[in-house]
């Protein structure tokens, strides 16, 4: 039984997307790793915070081809001094992310260009023909995330 | 990966380092007192600590688990999930999925606790926090090849562990209730309210009494948004913390061991001493009261040019270490009841030589020193009497203890 909807039929929508699978993985080609946390390994103390004695557990990176929105960095300045923070959008093919099984939440990671940004909101609302069955992409809202809380990279 | 600048070292720009290393591994010497140096990792008493998770971990789970509030939603009861506020974003949506739809928004009914402000507790302060409250232990395996029947002198060891006194606070939560209707709502209230004025916690592991002054209640309606009917209110905890260190290593349990043979001797140190050169200490004796007492040449203790013939602290030191003997008392009276000891010292009084500051009785009881707060004395007849006020003073006195008196005692 194929998709309802007079356009962006089975067909249509093969075409688009392997036109943009084609632009995204092999001309774009802008790679980023994308981090899930391991809820059954992560233990939680009464606060809702991951334990301090365990840190973050994550599954394996899986690296997925996207578009990205990066707004420039902003500098802020607190009692600490200066800091930096940046917020990204980070634009998926629907159809990639389930071939391979993944589906980004709030709270997952995403590493890109030497740096990790948390997941603040997932947006799938690109409906081709306003058709629900036919969503093409998902966006991520990402904040530049401190390296302390990842528990990612090893502590020199 | 962009460019951070020349690759060269030191010129990189390294990752921070989060790590902070404690004094333990820096170059300063610390001191270490090696009769505080037991070991603890093969005893059953574990470190003992009272912390904010503790406290919190009881209050939230008090609320979650024994007040367990519920609502009735359609005919249907339904639990009223308790949260603390404010968790991390992963695990409100990966984990807490039950309080949220398929698409993350937030269901009702919903319960949010908060720590909001903390504050000392003046009605129940302890002095300082060196005080410490001591348990014995009787027995002690460094005990158990000795047969004290046959060994003259010992007595038999006992471990003492010390818990340093909590600090007493007031902690303040702030407890959201969210609910669709009033009616829910008040059913929450309710249950919470005749459940305050009295400890919640779990009885395995600390329990705090708690209290709530007031409630609020508001029912929110705006523009684009979901009714909403809140309530609020801010609940007291009188608790109690106990860190499991402090001042950098000292545990809040600390052991130790009562001594198995007691050998009094006296030393005593001085500063900006002048150098003594053919010092010739004189003892007399003389008449005094009946009592025929040494007696120091003042004048004879330093001869040399630089002494001090007058020098009147010196010359107490020594006078007052040539009087000091022991006494080994006995236990007359030990009144559970009132908490007190009475003892006796036979034929043994003060010596009625010298100021009233030599007459001073430290008493000891199974190795420890009886605080002068306790301890009051007196001579009566040819006996010294000593009252010791037990509830309080750290001393367990029994029939087989061994009590020694330590003063200018004849």
Do not use: C
């Given at each position: 039984m194929g998709l309802k909807g007079r356009y962006f039929s089975q067909r249509d929508l093969n075409l688009v997307n392997s036109l943009n699978g084609e632009l995204m993985g092999n001309i774009i080609e802008n790679i980023v790793t994308m981090f899930k946390i391991s809820s059954r390994e992560t233990q939680l103390n009464i606060y809702g915070e991951s334990s301090a004695a365990t840190g973050r557990w994550y599954q394996p990176g899986i690296q997925?081809?996207?578009?990205?929105?990066?707004?420039?960095?902003a500098t802020e300045y607190d009692d600490f001094g200066p800091s930096r923070?940046?917020?990204?959008?980070?634009?998926?093919?629907?159809?990639?992310?389930?071939?391979?099984?993944?589906?980004?939440?709030?709270?997952?990671?995403?590493?890109?260009?030497?740096?990790?940004?948390?997941?603040?909101?997932?947006?799938?609302?690109?409906?081709?023909?306003?058709?629900?069955?036919?969503?093409?992409?998902i966006l991520c809202n990402a904040h530049y995330t401190k390296l302390t809380s990842l528990n990612i990279v090893q502590r020199n | 990966m962009a460019?951070?600048?020349?690759?060269?070292?030191?010129?990189?720009?390294?990752?921070?380092?989060?790590?902070?290393?404690?004094?333990?591994?820096?170059?300063?010497?610390?001191?270490?007192?090696?009769?505080?140096?037991?070991?603890?990792?093969?005893?059953?008493?574990?470190?003992?600590?009272?912390?904010?998770?503790?406290i919190d971990t009881a209050i939230v789970k008090h609320l979650d688990n024994v007040i367990n509030a519920s609502i009735i939603a359609a005919g249907v009861q339904v639990k009223v999930p308790v949260n603390y506020a404010s968790p991390e974003r992963w695990k409100s949506i990966q984990s807490d999925g039950f309080i949220r739809d398929k698409n993350g928004k937030v269901q009702c009914p919903a319960i949010a606790v908060r720590r909001s402000t903390m504050s000392r507790n003046d009605n129940l302060t302890t002095l300082n926090r060196y005080l410490q409250y001591p348990t014995v232990k009787h027995f002690s395996p460094k005990n158990q090849y000795d047969r004290f029947s046959t060994m003259n002198g010992f007595q038999p060891t006992k471990e003492i562990y010390s818990v340093a006194l909590p600090d007493h606070v007031i902690i303040n939560y702030d407890?959201?209730?969210?609910?669709?209707?009033?009616?829910?709502?008040?059913?929450?209230?309710?249950?919470?309210?005749?459940?305050t004025e009295d400890y919640w916690g779990d009885p395995e592991r600390f329990?705090?009494?708690?209290?709530?002054?007031?409630?609020?209640?508001?029912?929110?309606?705006?523009?684009?948004?979901?009714?909403?009917?809140?309530?609020t209110f801010s609940m007291m905890a009188y608790a109690y913390l106990l860190p499991d260190h402090y001042e950098n290593y000292k545990s809040v349990v600390q052991k130790s061991f009562t001594p198995r043979k007691i050998v009094f001797s006296a030393e005593t140190t001085t500063d900006n001493l002048p150098v003594v050169q053919n010092a010739k200490v004189v003892a007399k004796t003389t008449e005094l009261n009946g009592n025929v007492v040494p007696v120091i040449d003042e004048s004879s203790i330093y001869k040399d040019q630089t002494a001090q013939p007058n020098d009147w602290i010196n010359t107490k030191v020594l006078e007052y270490q040539s009087f000091i003997t022991t006494k080994t008392g006995s236990l007359v009276t030990l009144n559970n009841g009132s908490g007190s000891a009475i003892f006796s010292f036979a034929s043994t009084s003060f010596n009625p030589y010298g100021s009233p500051i030599e007459q001073d009785l430290r008493l000891i009881i199974d190795g420890l020193v009886v605080n002068r707060l306790y301890l009051t004395y007196y001579t009566t007849g040819s006996s010294l009497i000593a009252n010791v006020v037990v509830t309080g003073s750290g001393v367990f006195p029994t029939t087989s203890s061994l009590i020694v008196g330590y003063g200018n005692l004849i």
């Open positions: 997925i081809s996207t578009l990205v929105e990066r707004p420039e960095m923070s940046q917020t990204h959008l980070f634009k998926f093919r629907e159809k990639m992310l389930q071939q391979l099984n993944y589906y980004p939440e709030i709270g997952d990671i995403v590493f890109w260009n030497d740096r990790y940004y948390e997941v603040d909101n997932v947006i799938q609302e690109q409906l081709l023909g306003g058709i629900t069955e036919k969503n093409h992409s | 460019w951070r600048g020349p690759t060269v070292q030191p010129s990189i720009n390294p990752a921070p380092n989060p790590v902070q290393y404690g004094m333990d591994v820096s170059g300063r010497r610390i001191e270490n007192n090696r009769a505080e140096n037991i070991r603890r990792d093969t005893d059953k008493v574990d470190n003992f600590s009272v912390t904010l998770v503790d407890i959201i209730v969210w609910t669709d209707l009033v009616e829910q709502g008040n059913s929450v209230i309710e249950k919470i309210n005749f459940a329990k705090f009494r708690t209290s709530i002054s007031d409630y609020n209640f508001q029912v929110e309606i705006n523009s684009e948004q979901d009714r909403m009917v809140k309530s």
